[in-house]
């Protein structure tokens, strides 16, 4: 990034496929406006997303990382989104470890009928990462 740039920050996004991945795409149906900033990646099931794979995308470059998955009761693995939820509770503790902001990494339940609040997440997302500025981490790893 040079001079007098502005600094847009680069999200990660591992969305469940029944229902953040399609709250994504019904804001998408819907023309709700939010930023450009998120490469959307679709999963089965919030709790198939291994930390290592947040791990590496922050190494690899993002400067966040967004992690959606059904509301609590609503997972169609019956548990898989309490799983998440548990696993980036020990991710965060682990990346504040490595002096990588734990803020970096987000975690949401969006359903499939909340293309709004999707939209509103990568919108508040992007405004926070703004604020932290670029990666650290990606200074580091990338060659």
Partial sequence: MSAGEEFEPRIVAFLCNWCTYTGADLAGVSRIQ???NVLPLRVMCSGSVD???IIKALL???DG???GGCHPGDCHYVSGN???RRRLAVLSAILDEFEIDSRRVWFRFISA???ALFARTVRDMTDALRS???NPARALWIT
Avoid: C, I, R
Wanted: proline share 19%; net charge negative.
């Fill in 113 to 115: 009928s909340e293309g």
């Fill in 60 to 62: 690899d470059g993002a």
């Fill in 132 to 134: 932290l500025g670029p």
């Fill in 34 to 36: 939010y930023p450009p």
């Fill in 82 to 84: 309490y799983k998440a």
């Fill in 51 to 53: 930390p290592m794979y």
């Fill in 65 to 67: 990382v967004l992690v």
